[in-house]
């Protein structure tokens, strides 16, 4: 079944940087023990004039700095960052990783406790499949009934990079050049930078990150940051420093082999978990899975309205044609902008469950109308329900939403 298509083929949950801002160079973190890098954040949208200034000399990082050592790439500091290899536990040589990062950042992530266990495999590697869609792109696909909680592939990232430009001299390269023209400089030596991280991976994954897609050939950026601002995922599990800062400007891009296949819908029937001790994504059913149907991850908010929906997908030229936005309403909005504070009132419900239970039974439709039986909420309705029942002396009944419920709580993982 259909869920939605996108204008565009790729993009994620959040836009790196607001499309509204213009180019700019964060202030410098201060990070005890760590050093402070500048992260330049580009713009969006098409740039008419994107010749370079003609007294600019790329830079050259010379890839004989970190030759390789038992087939394994060396560890090689430039600007700040460290060029790193998260080689292989013994799996598929696809599990190797390029990292760039500030070397006390590498060093969190190799003291984590049990570092580093193998990719997690899921018992059925068939059940999806990677396919052509009429106007997505690539999409991945169910080729078998998946249950909801059930894990359908996990991977480790080909690419991990900051999610800003880390140049450390991106104010230098402006002021000299000005602001049009900096702002390509900047990106064309971030380029050169990023190009070292990609020659160090193997064949397979380079060629695998080369062909994913890139919605960035107007803007500045080159082939391979294109590459990774379409298809970057961010997790919460890797920044510099001692906190996340809420600006993204300590925090990292990752690149995946089939999680860059896996399309929008904002009704989603997949999330992923990142594993920061298997260094992985893992991609877990958020429902039942019919077989042929393609899995959509939401790259935009849920519980907004239609227009802001759209306005969070609009960085990426997206247009998500999913039943939820080309059906919109005041009613549909209503229900996405309040379901988590209407599960609130459980509490209330179970005071009286006879008089009530007609208001879990509403949250629960419509939460399945919207395509969100994926949500927290919608397992803790279930509860909620079956709660009610037991108290109402209706077991049959209690029953039918406990086994729901259980079902669900696989992904919610509610402690009750």
């Known amino acids: 079944m259909k869920r939605g298509f996108l204008n565009s083929t790729k993009a994620r949950k959040q836009a790196l940087y607001p499309a509204s801002a213009p180019s700019q160079v964060t202030a410098p973190v201060a990070c005890p023990n760590q050093q402070v890098q500048l992260a330049y954040k580009p713009r969006y949208g098409k740039v008419e004039n994107r010749e370079l200034p003609k007294d600019y000399t790329p830079s050259s990082v010379p890839m004989s700095d970190c030759m390789q050592s038992n087939g394994v790439y060396k560890d090689h500091a430039v600007?700040?960052?460290?060029f790193t290899t998260i080689a292989s536990d013994g799996g598929p040589a696809g599990d190797n990783t390029e990292l760039l990062l500030e070397a006390p950042t590498k060093q969190k992530i190799v003291s984590t406790p049990g570092f580093l266990k193998p990719v997690p495999r899921p018992s059925d590697s068939a059940c999806y499949a990677v396919r052509s869609t009429p106007d997505m792109g690539l999409g991945c696909f169910a080729t078998r009934a998946i249950e909801a909680g059930e894990i359908i592939f996990a991977e480790r990232p080909l690419l991990v990079v900051p999610a800003a430009c880390r140049l450390g001299n991106s104010s230098q390269i402006i002021a000299r050049y000005g602001i049009h023209q900096g702002n390509l400089v900047v990106l064309a030596e971030w380029e050169k930078v990023l190009e070292v991280?990609?020659?160090r991976m193997t064949e397979e994954n380079r060629t695998a990150f080369m062909a994913l897609a890139n919605n960035h050939k107007e803007d500045g950026s080159g082939p391979i940051l294109g590459i990774v601002r379409t298809n970057g995922y961010t997790t919460d599990k890797i920044f510099d420093g001692p906190v996340r800062l809420a600006n993204s400007a300590n925090m990292y891009s990752l690149i995946l082999k089939i999680g860059s296949r896996v399309n929008h819908s904002c009704r989603p029937?997949?999330?992923?978990d990142f594993d920061l001790v298997s260094f992985s994504f893992s991609f877990k059913a958020l429902k039942d899975i019919a077989a042929g149907e393609q899995l959509?991850?939401?790259?935009?908010?849920?519980?907004?309205?239609?227009?802001?929906r759209r306005s969070q997908l609009a960085p990426y030229g997206v247009v998500c044609k999913c039943l939820s936005c080309i059906n919109a309403t005041p009613v549909s909005d209503k229900i996405r902008m309040e379901f988590e504070n209407r599960i609130g009132n459980t509490a209330k419900w179970m005071m009286d469950p006879g008089a009530n239970i007609h208001h879990a039974l509403k949250l629960r439709q419509d939460l399945i109308d919207e395509g969100l039986e994926g949500q927290r909420t919608y397992a803790c309705c279930l509860y909620a329900i079956s709660m009610m029942y037991m108290a109402m002396g209706e077991p049959i009944q209690q029953q039918i939403f406990q086994n729901e419920f259980e079902k669900y709580n696989h992904v919610a993982k509610l402690r009750v």
């Open 197 to 199: 991280a990609v020659a």
């Open 79 to 82: 600007k700040g960052l460290t």
């Open 296 to 308: 959509f991850y939401s790259y935009c908010d849920v519980n907004v309205s239609a227009s802001v």
């Open 269 to 272: 029937n997949v999330a992923y």
